[in-house]
């Protein structure tokens, strides 16, 4: 399965009161979108993600974020996004809310398994309290209902992409979700495990409670990494895993790939597991010569080991050449298939330091790298 996320994000949540849309509201330190934003992008088995959003909302969207405008309902924004992701190469979909900041890796990693044996899978909680019929306007009892076989749907809602666009295509009028949809097309709908913390903020008093969660749950690390090496004889460079033609090398006990070092470095050191010399000692012969994807996929398996997530990574390359930006989709592919991530988590990018120093002397290459860790 290859699998997209689409965070629906184009509503205006005026329930919650007055001031922005509640997506865009600050909530234990990041904004609600950024929070539903991070627990999809840092999912191992989620490639790609795509927000829909309000027209007017362009500003507030994370760097580097794929949106698409939303329309006048749910169920017409949800049919943009699906629409954007089609012919893409994605087989499977998942459709969540933006407003759902608090979902868990668990309940995600559970619609995802669902989806290998059902075409539609979602998240729910079965109802567990007596249920009233009542008069509103007058606040009096009127009779009650069975709960028996009654599921309080949550997001994200898991579909093979053909037939949920197929079906959002076909459909008319309103839903209540996109599992109501589905099965008005005919799909089966697998009921996955929910969580009573995978609450949707609808009013005010909701965002408290999502604090509480956030705040007492989520384990966020970050680390960095700088890495340099110096330029001898040889005829070619490698950096993050790409081996560029150059008319100098770089020294180093391993291969000298700098971006590759620093990276790994960073994740050591949001893990508070020191740096690649503690884990691979330079006096070591065995490791004369080695190539670094040994190193950073130690980090990454030490990372998950620990329970933690891949959120993103960042890196620079300081240097005056060889020139960086040719290669860069391919150090960033590279990365991504090393580390087990999408390339939409990984950034390669490239300086000059202005002629100035060593790498403006071009005496070698220095790296900078930032690593996100996520623990759910």
């Known amino acids: 399965m290859k699998i997209a996320a689409l965070i629906v994000a184009a509503g205006r949540g005026t329930?919650?009161?007055?001031?922005?849309?509640?997506?865009w509201r600050p909530l234990a330190g990041r904004r609600v979108f950024d929070w539903t934003y991070l627990a999809m992008a840092s999912h191992p088995d989620i490639a790609h993600v795509l927000a829909v959003i309000h027209p007017q909302d362009q500003a507030h969207l994370p760097a580097g974020l794929e949106a698409v405008s939303g329309g006048a309902t749910r169920s017409a924004s949800v049919r943009a996004g699906l629409a954007a992701l089609e012919g893409r190469g994605f087989s499977h979909v998942l459709i969540h809310d933006a407003a759902r900041a608090c979902v868990s890796a668990a309940v995600v990693s559970g619609v995802i398994e669902a989806l290998k044996s059902a075409e539609a899978a979602a998240p729910a909680l079965p109802v567990t309290d007596a249920l009233w019929q009542g008069d509103a306007e007058a606040g009096r009892v009127t009779g009650a209902a069975s709960r028996d076989g009654l599921f309080r749907a949550q997001t994200p809602q898991g579909f093979a992409l053909p037939a949920i666009?197929?079906?959002?295509?076909?459909h008319q009028g309103a839903a209540e979700d996109d599992v109501q949809i589905a099965r008005m097309a005919g799909l089966d709908v697998a009921i996955t495990l929910g969580d009573e913390d995978n609450l949707k903020l609808t009013h005010a008093q909701d965002f408290a409670r999502a604090e509480r969660i956030l705040r007492g749950t989520?384990?966020?690390?970050?680390?960095?990494?700088?890495?340099?090496h110096a330029f001898t004889e040889g005829d070619h460079v490698v950096l993050c895993g790409v081996t560029i033609p150059h008319s100098m090398a770089l020294l180093g006990h391993s291969d000298a790939d700098v971006g590759m070092h620093a990276i790994t470095d960073a994740l050591y050191g949001a893990l508070a597991e020191g740096d690649i010399g503690r884990h691979f000692p330079p006096s070591d012969p065995q490791w004369k010569g080695a190539a670094s994807h040994i190193f950073l996929a130690h980090a990454c398996d030490l990372a998950r080991s620990k329970g933690y997530e891949i959120g993103n990574i960042d890196c620079t390359l300081i240097c005056e050449q060889p020139k960086?930006?040719?290669?860069?989709?391919a150090m960033q592919a590279e990365l991504a298939r090393i580390m087990g991530l999408g390339p939409s988590r990984i950034s390669v990018k490239a300086t000059t330091s202005e002629r100035l120093g060593f790498t403006g002397r071009e005496e070698g290459i220095a790296a900078l790298a930032t690593a996100t860790l996520v623990k759910p």
């Open 15 to 23: 329930r919650a009161g007055a001031g922005l849309p509640k997506q």
């Open 165 to 170: 666009l197929a079906a959002h295509r076909a």
């Open 324 to 329: 960086i930006g040719p290669h860069a989709s």
């Open 218 to 228: 989520m384990d966020i690390r970050l680390g960095n990494g700088f890495d340099v």
